[in-house]
């Protein structure tokens, strides 16, 4: 059974920095890409970065690059996003998510790869 469970969120002021969590249980992570979804108020729910955890190989969107940055744990089977330099739209709860790939949109993902978000609020 994949479990996700996304940790770490705050409220932080702009140009400030927080570290997220994505502890994982269940699964064999070493198989898999861990993704990063952000969803601010009244909008969707919006692809930030994966790690392939086996190579640690990472991608992010464009309006993140320089910024965020992926990391994992091996012996915790966690992956980590640290957020530097951060703006007020980056306010958002953000989710971590697990597949095989990865995917930069919300359907191909399995409805129960998903863990519950953490709030990361931008503000002065």
């Known amino acids: 059974e994949v479990r996700v469970q996304a940790s770490g969120g705050g409220l932080v002021q702009p140009g400030g920095s927080l570290r997220l969590s994505c502890a994982t249980s269940?699964?064999?992570?070493?198989?898999?890409?861990i993704s990063w979804f952000r969803q601010a108020p009244g909008k969707g729910r919006e692809w930030v970065s994966c790690?392939?955890?086996?190579?640690?190989?990472?991608y992010y969107t464009d309006s993140v690059k320089g910024r965020f940055t992926n990391s994992k744990d091996n012996a915790k089977a966690t992956v980590y996003l640290q957020m530097n330099s951060l703006k007020p739209e980056d306010t958002a709860v953000y989710y971590c998510?697990?597949?095989?790939?990865?995917?930069?949109?919300?359907?191909?993902?399995?409805?129960?790869?998903w863990g519950q978000g953490t709030l990361v609020t931008v503000s002065s």
């Open positions: 269940g699964f064999n992570v070493e198989y898999y890409v």
């Open positions: 998510a697990a597949e095989r790939a990865c995917y930069r949109d919300t359907d191909s993902f399995d409805e129960d790869h």
């Open positions: 790690i392939r955890f086996d190579t640690g190989t990472t």
